[in-house]
Nanobody
Framework: QVQLVESGGGLVQAGGSLRLSCAASGRTFSTYAMGWFRQAPGKEREFVAAIDSSGSDTYYATSVKGRFTISRDNAKNTVDLQMNSLKPEDTAVYYC???????????????????WGKGTLVTVSS
């Protein structure tokens, strides 16, 4: 069992930066690929970024590529999302997700996810 708890959300002006963190419980964190998703008001949940179990491979949604960076620290059981050049359309609840490493290529499609966090709200003002 893995429990995921997000933190770091808040209110930021457009053009600003924010760093989200997801803390995972359990000794098997390093065997999971991790991802970030977001859900804006009235919209479906969408993929943001993913990182493999070792931290050596990542991929991003087109809308955030070049602005967001996902990273992980397996010694601390954390996965972070550094968000720069934020836009009002980045406003959403951001969720952390865990999937077995074998599902890493499909995580972006929402497949193979075993665990979800409860989310943290990011609001970007114009």
């Amino acid at each position: 069992q893995v429990q995921l708890v997000e933190s770091g959300g808040g209110l930021v002006q457009a053009g600003g930066s924010l760093r989200l963190s997801c803390a995972a419980s359990g000794r098997t964190f390093s065997t999971y690929a991790m991802g970030w998703f977001r859900q804006a008001p009235g919209k479906e949940r969408e993929f943001v970024a993913a990182i493999d179990s070792s931290g050596s491979d990542t991929y991003y949604a087109t809308s955030v590529k070049g602005r967001f960076t996902i990273s992980r620290d397996n010694a601390k059981n954390t996965v972070d999302l550094q968000m720069n050049s934020l836009k009002p359309e980045d406003t959403a609840v951001y969720y952390c997700a865990a999937a077995p490493q074998g599902q890493f290529p499909y995580l972006g499609g929402g497949y193979g996810i075993h665990y979800w966090g409860k989310g943290t709200l990011v609001t970007v003002s114009s």
